[in-house]
C-alpha cells in the first residue's frame, strides 16, 4: 500500500488540493442507503493531483459513510 503522502502511480510527493466539479456537486452515495430521509446520503469528495504524473486522486468522508450505513470499522 502506497504512502498517504506519496503518489500511487509515480512516487512523488508534491500535490495540488482541489476539487472535482460537474454543473453540480459530485458526491459518493453508498448503496442501500434510503433517498428520501432527514438526513442528506450524500458523501462528500475531496480531491488532489500529483503535479508530477497528473494521478488524480478522489477521497470520501469516511465519518460520513461510517453514520450512512451504520458501520463500526475504524
Not at 6 to 29: D, L, M
Not at 39 to 53: E, Q, T
Request: charged fraction near 25%; hydrophobic fraction near 30%; glycine fraction near 10%.
Amino acid at each position: 500500500m502506497a504512502s498517504e503522502n506519496k503518489c500511487s502511480r509515480c512516487g512523488e510527493t508534491e500535490f495540488e488540493e482541489g476539487a472535482v466539479q460537474s454543473a453540480g456537486n459530485i458526491s459518493f452515495r453508498p448503496k442501500g442507503t434510503k433517498f428520501l430521509t432527514m438526513s442528506p446520503g450524500n458523501v462528500s469528495i475531496s480531491a488532489r493531483i500529483c503535479m508530477n504524473c497528473g494521478l488524480i486522486e478522489l477521497n470520501g468522508d469516511i465519518e460520513v459513510i461510517k453514520s450512512l450505513t451504520g458501520s463500526k470499522k475504524s
